[in-house]
């Protein structure tokens, strides 16, 4: 017992002692700066109480609109992206004689930087989108990121290209630990390939969802570097997200003390809707 403690201390213990210095105690500095009225930049922050929250609430109406967006965002792109992810893992789990190639081409976009696949997909969008829409005379493919609905397509489309292949990953995982004797036994039975999805493929894939539904809708609330590059949050900050608006009030205001507070309400919403998210997915997963 004493041989397993110690090894236990060996191991886990630097992770958590450097999970403490980087991840817990800023976060409970945050909480304090959210408090405070503080520039970032002197050592004098000065208590204000709820001053930042009631702020954020009554004053802020460009925060609302910014959550309003992000929630949006995330529920659009949480759909396409494990949708698309798990189509491709039916597509690459099939026995084709390219499933190889076509797993490396589908997961090569989740190799790319956020920042540089945003600027990829900027110069698709305005120069290719603009060049096949001027040659065809389609007016929708022209001015693409000009426009807010467009814009908002323009982040879900990045998005659900960049992350589609790491899902596949995570589904292809789950399918291939489906015993093969279910499936023959339902063939046996009469049940056709959209029976064996439905009654059986889907039902023994739902850990595999609860982990890329929990995995995307988290990371599209955090979405930074690809906005960044794609749209900078316009036209007129009509496709900024929640961690841009917090950047900028930061770093481009210099209020710590309000970017502070809606970094705590951001944790709160996103921690909220995630361990929702996870309790009910639990409850639908079947046991092997």
Do not use: C
């Not at 105690?25 to 929250?53: C, D, E, H, Q, R």
């Not at 997961?107 to 603009?130: M, S, V």
């Not at 709160?268 to 997963?285: D, F, G, L, R």
């Amino acid at each position: 017992m004493k041989t397993s403690k110690g090894w236990f201390s060996i191991f886990v213990g630097p992770i958590l002692f450097a999970f403490i210095v980087v991840v817990i105690i800023p976060m409970f500095m945050g909480v304090y700066y959210s408090f405070t009225s503080w520039n970032g930049i002197n050592n004098n922050a000065t208590w204000v109480g709820l001053k930042n929250y009631v702020e954020i609430f009554t004053e802020d109406k460009e925060f609302l609109d910014v959550f309003l967006f992000t929630a949006k965002f995330a529920i659009v792109s949480v759909i396409s992206i494990n949708l698309i992810g798990f189509l491709l893992a039916l597509l690459v789990t099939k026995g084709l004689k390219v499933s190889n190639f076509l797993r490396s081409a589908f997961f090569l976009p989740n190799l790319i930087g956020g920042l540089i696949l945003g600027f990829i997909w900027q110069f698709i969008f305005t120069k290719g989108f603009d060049a096949v829409g001027a040659k065809l005379g389609i007016e929708f493919l022209r001015g693409w990121l000009a426009d807010t609905q467009t814009g908002f397509w323009g982040l879900v489309i990045l998005m659900s290209w960049q992350m589609s292949g790491y899902m596949m990953v995570i589904y292809i995982a789950a399918l291939q630990n489906i015993p093969d004797s279910l499936l023959e036994a339902a063939e046996i039975d009469g049940a056709g390939s959209f029976e064996k999805l439905i009654h059986i493929t889907i039902p023994l894939v739902a850990p595999a969802f609860t982990i890329g539904l929990f995995l995307t809708l988290s990371n599209s609330f955090k979405l930074y570097d690809q906005n960044l590059s794609l749209t900078g949050g316009g036209p007129y900050n009509s496709t900024q997200m929640l961690a841009m608006n917090i950047y900028n009030t930061a770093f481009k205001f210099n209020d710590f003390g309000l970017a502070q507070a809606k970094a705590v309400i951001f944790l709160i919403t996103v921690a909220a809707i995630s361990i929702t998210q996870i309790y009910y997915s639990k409850k639908k997963e079947v046991e092997m």
